[in-house]
Nanobody
Framework: QVQLVESGGGLVQPGGSLRLACVAS????????LGWYRQAPGKQRELVAG???????NYADSVKGRFTISRDNAKKTVYLQMNSLKPEDTAVYYC?????????WGQGTQVTVSS
């Protein structure tokens, strides 16, 4: 059984930074693709950033150059470093793990960018 627990969300001013972390339980972390998604009120959940088993990364156009996804297999943790935050980045951020047909989601962490 895999559980994902996110942390690091909060309230930040425009231009500020946050680092989200997602810690996984279970034994499939290193063999899993990982991603961060977000969902703003009234909008569909969207992919923010993904990282493959081999640590190749991909980003939504809206966050390229501002966000960085990384993984630490020894700690079973995936991170999302968010810089130059904008009000439009406000959303609940979810961690996602996929290994073959297995997929798991975290409970989400709120990020609010406001002055």
């Amino acid at each position: 059984q895999v559980q994902l627990v996110e942390s690091g969300g909060g309230l930040v001013q425009p231009g500020g930074s946050l680092r989200l972390a997602c810690v996984a339980s279970g034994s499939i972390f290193s063999a899993s693709a990982l991603g961060w998604y977000r969902q703003a009120p009234g909008k569909q959940r969207e992919l923010v950033a993904g990282i493959s088993v081999g640590s190749s990364t991909n980003y939504a156009d809206s966050v390229k150059g501002r966000f960085t996804i990384s993984r630490d297999n020894a700690k079973k943790t995936v991170y999302l470093q968010m810089n130059s935050l904008k009000p439009e980045d406000t959303a609940v951020y979810y961690c996602n793990l996929r290994a073959g047909i297995i997929e798991h989601w975290g409970q989400g962490t709120q990020v609010t960018v406001s002055s």
